[in-house]
């Protein structure tokens, strides 16, 4: 009993002389660093594990390593998740203690770990600031706390330790966080003897108190991250590349990401390697952050997992409003295709006289029902009879408000279009850039449909010759007056065949379409940089 009298005295003596020893007081201002993780579900509060800690033992209390990391080396003695209110004063520790919903606990002499994802409500500085503890407490938000995206504790945390404190008193520190980012935090709590102490709380930017941190603290496992980005305080939006590489060996999808920063710009970048896609779908997703992109994906086809590209349009919302998987579902607005590699031609500048725009021809439409027929947008209008044709179409888009018995002008020429009509676009694409280009036909009456590349749009070299039975080839055919884009993957450099054939049946009359580059270049209104027909050449201009 003696003994033990002078035991508790030491400590007692040692804390006191600690107590204002600037090794036992440390804070500091830091910038946040957490990460922009997409996650299907999630829980709320920190997850708890309880350690043994010896009695009375002051070297590890005073060992930075030891209440920084070296404490997780051993098992813990009992573990809980969803505590939302941590703080706990207890005067007495002879008894077990009812703590976070757990009952006889032993707060004697422990060692407590609380861990989890702080949400930032707001951008600004947030003060976190422990009120009290007894004996000592250590809290890591961002740096040190653990790796945000493995959930591994980090080597020499102590190094970035946001507030230390080794006795009683009230201390702050302060962080810069920014608002939807998910900072790792992690707190230790040690209780060398007698009554256990540990109050902590994080004043927002704008004076709120968290001390119940049930909107603020969220777990989940490693496993259900979707995408993970570190994000750092002065970080601009992390982006989202796809470097798809085509190869008939992939039967499935073979994928891999890095992380790269290309003139302060932070990307992640997916590796993906599959087979040729043939098809396009459009998807509407919630996450942390606000961005569109475009991917390689798979759908599920009669058993069979078949490559498409998937356009991605993602919308922000608060972490706590991320949809469940259940709530994830996938919006088609129009499918079309994505030609892998389109057919080109090589054209010689030299031996061909060329200008700027597509060239039209116009044919009267056969007054049946031709407009939900795909063979006769692909080739059978072509029997028509020919109501004119001009060239440099270097603006194609146009509406159309008919009359019955008035004439309209359409692409240079006069027409009845109220009784119905076919414009037909042709011209090579010049490829400025390599890469997957976008073309989309945003509204057309009463129906359209588009080749781009091959000998389906027309034969390489005779752009006069249309070929027979193209339906199956087209880029897409779109007869609903509805958006639909397609996809096709371009060189630099080469000259690619492109046809365009609105077909209206009666009345009013709309084209409108649209075209994004691999670099994001928006081309609508002039067409005059990337289309290009041919008005007369000489023998040897083109090489398919």
């Given amino acids: 009993m003696f003994s033990n009298i002078l035991t508790l005295a030491s400590v007692a003596i040692?804390?006191?002389?600690?107590?204002?020893?600037?090794?036992?007081?440390?804070?500091?201002?830091?910038?946040?660093?957490?990460?922009?993780?997409?996650?299907?579900?999630?829980?709320?509060?920190?997850?708890?594990?309880?350690?043994?800690?010896?009695?009375?033992?002051?070297?590890?209390?005073?060992?930075?390593?030891?209440?920084?990391?070296?404490?997780?080396?051993?098992?813990?003695?009992?573990?809980?998740?969803?505590?939302?209110?941590?703080?706990?004063?207890?005067?007495?520790?002879?008894?077990?203690?009812?703590?976070?919903?757990m009952y006889n606990i032993n707060m004697y002499n422990v060692m407590l770990e609380l861990q989890g994802y702080f949400v930032a409500p707001e951008t600004g500085l947030y003060n976190v600031r422990i009120g009290d503890v007894n004996d000592g407490a250590f809290i890591w938000l961002g740096n040190g706390a653990f790796d945000g995206c493995s959930q591994q504790l980090v080597a020499n945390s102590y190094d970035d330790v946001l507030i230390a404190l080794r006795g009683a008193g009230s201390h702050s520190s302060y962080v810069y966080l920014e608002e939807g980012t998910l900072y790792p935090m992690r707190t230790t709590y040690i209780n060398i003897y007698?009554?256990?102490?540990?109050?902590?709380?994080?004043?927002?930017?704008?004076?709120?108190?968290?001390?119940?941190?049930?909107?603020?603290?969220?777990?989940?496992?490693?496993?259900?991250?979707?995408?993970?980005?570190?994000?750092?305080?002065?970080?601009?939006?992390?982006?989202?590349?796809?470097n798809v590489q085509y190869d008939a060996k992939y039967s499935s999808g073979s994928t891999n990401y890095q992380q790269s920063v290309v003139n302060g710009q932070t990307y992640l970048i997916e590796n993906l390697y599959v087979n040729e896609p043939q098809s396009t779908i459009t998807t509407t997703l919630v996450n942390t952050f606000a961005t569109t992109s475009t991917m390689t994906a798979f759908s599920n086809v009669n058993g069979v997992q078949t490559p498409v590209v998937v356009v991605i349009d993602q919308s922000s919302a608060p972490v706590e409003q991320l949809p469940t998987a259940n709530a994830k579902a996938v919006t088609v607005t129009n499918t079309g295709k994505t030609i892998p590699q389109a057919?080109?031609?090589?054209?010689?500048?030299?031996?061909?006289?060329?200008?700027?725009?597509?060239?039209?021809?116009?044919?009267?439409?056969?007054?049946?029902?031709?407009?939900?027929?795909?063979?006769?947008?692909?080739?059978?209008?072509t029997t028509e009879v020919t109501l004119g044709t001009a060239k440099s179409i270097t603006a194609p888009n146009f509406s159309v408000h008919a009359f019955l018995g008035v004439t309209d002008t359409i692409y240079g020429e006069k027409l009845d279009s109220w009784k119905g009509y076919v414009a037909q676009l042709t011209g090579y694409i010049y490829a400025q850039e390599t890469g997957l280009y976008e073309f989309s036909m945003d509204y057309s009456d009463d129906g359209s449909m588009v080749w781009i590349g091959t000998n389906d749009a027309f034969a390489c070299c005779e752009p006069d010759n249309i070929p027979i039975d193209s339906k199956n080839s087209a880029l897409f055919?779109?007869?609903?007056?509805?958006?639909?884009?397609?996809?096709?993957?371009?060189?630099?450099?080469?000259?690619?065949?492109?046809?365009?054939?609105?077909?209206?049946?009666?009345?009013?009359?709309?084209?409108?379409?649209?075209?994004?580059?691999?670099?994001?270049?928006?081309?609508?209104?002039d067409w005059s940089n990337w289309i290009v027909s041919v008005d007369d050449h000489q023998d040897g201009f083109c090489q398919a």
């Fill in 14 to 101: 040692a804390l006191l002389g600690q107590a204002d020893a600037k090794k036992d007081i440390y804070s500091t201002t830091a910038n946040g660093a957490g990460i922009v993780a997409g996650v299907p579900s999630y829980s709320k509060g920190f997850n708890a594990r309880f350690f043994d800690y010896p009695q009375a033992d002051l070297i590890r209390f005073f060992d930075d390593n030891w209440v920084a990391n070296d404490y997780a080396l051993q098992i813990p003695r009992t573990s809980t998740n969803g505590v939302t209110e941590p703080a706990f004063d207890f005067d007495n520790n002879f008894h077990g203690q009812h703590i976070y919903s």
């Fill in 477 to 525: 055919f779109e007869h609903c007056q509805e958006q639909t884009k397609g996809y096709v993957h371009l060189v630099e450099g080469n000259y690619y065949p492109i046809r365009v054939v609105l077909v209206n049946w009666y009345g009013d009359s709309v084209l409108e379409m649209s075209m994004i580059t691999p670099s994001g270049a928006y081309v609508k209104e």
């Fill in 194 to 242: 007698f009554g256990s102490k540990f109050d902590f709380e994080i004043i927002t930017p704008s004076g709120d108190i968290i001390n119940n941190f049930e909107d603020t603290i969220i777990n989940f496992d490693k496993d259900q991250l979707e995408v993970c980005i570190s994000q750092h305080y002065g970080d601009q939006i992390v982006k989202t590349s796809t």
């Fill in 343 to 381: 057919t080109g031609c090589s054209l010689n500048d030299n031996l061909m006289k060329k200008y700027p725009g597509f060239h039209a021809t116009l044919y009267k439409y056969d007054g049946g029902f031709g407009f939900l027929e795909p063979t006769y947008y692909a080739n059978e209008y």
